[in-house]
Structures are given as C-alpha cells and as structure tokens.
T-cell receptor, first 113, second 112 residues
Framework: NAGVTQTPKFQVLKTGQSMTLQCAQD?????MSWYRQDPGMGLRLIHY???????DQGEVPNGYNVSRSTTEDFPLRLLSAAPSQTSVYFC????????????FGQGTRLTVV | AQSVTQLGSHVSVSEGALVLLRCNYS??????LFWYVQYPNQGLQLLLK??????LVKGINGFEAEFKKSETSFHLTKPSAHMSDAAEYFC??????????FGRGTSLIVHP
C-alpha cells in the first residue's frame, strides 16, 4: 500500500530554474495539499485541492502553481526558483471529512542556489 | 479562522520522565484536533485525534491527549519517555475548511 508518493526526494536548483514536484496518492482521497516546512515555522499551506479540477491558494502561494487533472495526482510547479524557496515540501491527502487525518508523503528537500 | 499555538519549540526530558507537550487552539466552531509526529527525515504520521467522542484520547506509542474546552487546550502527554520518542511533534486543527492548520512544532529531546 503506497499511500502518498513524492518525487524527487532531493533536488538542487539554480536561481531562475523551474521544476515540478510530483505527488501521487492511491487512496482515492478527494483532498490534497502542499505544505512547506521551514525551521521554527511549522508547516505552512501553499495550495490545496478539494477534487479534480479544483484548486485554491493557501497561506504562502506566491511563486508556486498547481493543477489537479486527476484524483490521484497533484503536482507543484516552481515557476522561477528563488533561494527563499529552499525548504522541505510535503504533499498530503485526506478524505475531506472533519474527523479524518491527513496522510503525508516522505517529503522533497529542495535547495535553490 | 482556526489556529493552534504550541508552547515551547523544544522540550527536554530524561528517559523515564513524564512528557508534556502543550497545544492551545483557536476555532470559531467545535474543532477537530490532531497530534502528528515526525521522525528525522520522514513525513508526518498521526499520533492521535480528537473527534468529540471522548475528551481523553489515547494514541499510539503510549501517548494520550485531553481536550479541555474551557482552556481551549489539547495537551499531549506520555507517562514515561523513551529514547525512541525523540522527534518533532505537531498539533493541528481542522474546522469547516477540512484542510488542517498546523502549529509550529515542538522538538522533543530525550536524555539517557
């Protein structure tokens, strides 16, 4: 049972480059979200989706794009990487009811130089 | 708007001592509250959750948490710390948005 799968696990980018962080889940969850984790800041919500074709911004959306063409996949795109986007990124999915927990991927550690 | 505050970015205990990690929430509606644990270089996993069925919630690895509405708190405890409990712990709250809001995390350090 794979759960939530993120690729790649590690990535180094140069300033200005673009890339896509992949996230896939096999639990048929409607809700998916992207967080970034920075020391002392906890997890901050970047973007989320409540179903295929529906996305919305979270707390820190600037510099990131998302799309949700299928229930399973929710990629995060960095349009023009900046050093401030150096972080650990987590994808999560949930059933979309109040009493159910989120399931997390293993994270992508991104460094922008 | 919902939010959680975790008091103390680091908590240090000796092996065998009581663990107490504090979480206070703010929510305009009755909240659903969660504690997650993150071991080094891993994603978050659920420790326990409060869903209004009982105010004292038992989770995995001997952890439990008590929901106190009057204090807007959901503190996490464990009677006796083990070295393997060393990790980052996050409190989270969900309300109508269904997307959880996380606290800043508390790093638990366990000394031999």
């Amino acid at each position: 049972n794979a759960g939530v799968t993120q690729t790649p696990k590690f990535q180094v980018l140069k300033t200005g480059q673009s890339m896509t962080l992949q996230c896939a889940q096999d639990m048929n969850h409607e809700y998916m979200s992207w967080y970034r984790q920075d020391p002392g800041m906890g997890l901050r919500l970047i973007h989320y989706s409540v179903g295929a074709g529906i996305t919305d911004q979270g707390e820190v959306p600037n510099g990131y794009n998302v799309s949700r063409s299928t229930t399973e996949d929710f990629p995060l795109r960095l349009l023009s990487a900046a050093p401030s986007q150096t972080s650990v990124y987590f994808c999560a999915s949930s059933q979309g009811t109040l009493n159910t927990e989120a399931f997390f991927g293993q994270g992508t550690r991104l460094t922008v130089v | 708007a919902q939010s959680v505050t975790q008091l103390g970015s680091h908590v240090s205990v000796s092996e065998g001592a009581l663990v107490l990690l504090r979480c206070n929430y703010s929510s305009s509606v009755p909240p659903y509250l969660f504690w997650y644990v993150q071991y080094p270089n891993q994603g978050l996993q659920l420790l326990l959750k409060y869903t209004s069925a009982a105010t004292l919630v038992k989770g995995i690895n001997g952890f439990e948490a008590e929901f106190k509405k009057s204090e807007t708190s959901f503190h996490l405890t464990k009677p006796s710390a083990h070295m393997s409990d060393a990790a980052e712990y996050f409190c989270a709250v969900s309300d109508r948005s269904y997307i959880p809001t996380f606290g800043r995390g508390t790093s638990l350090i366990v000394h031999p």
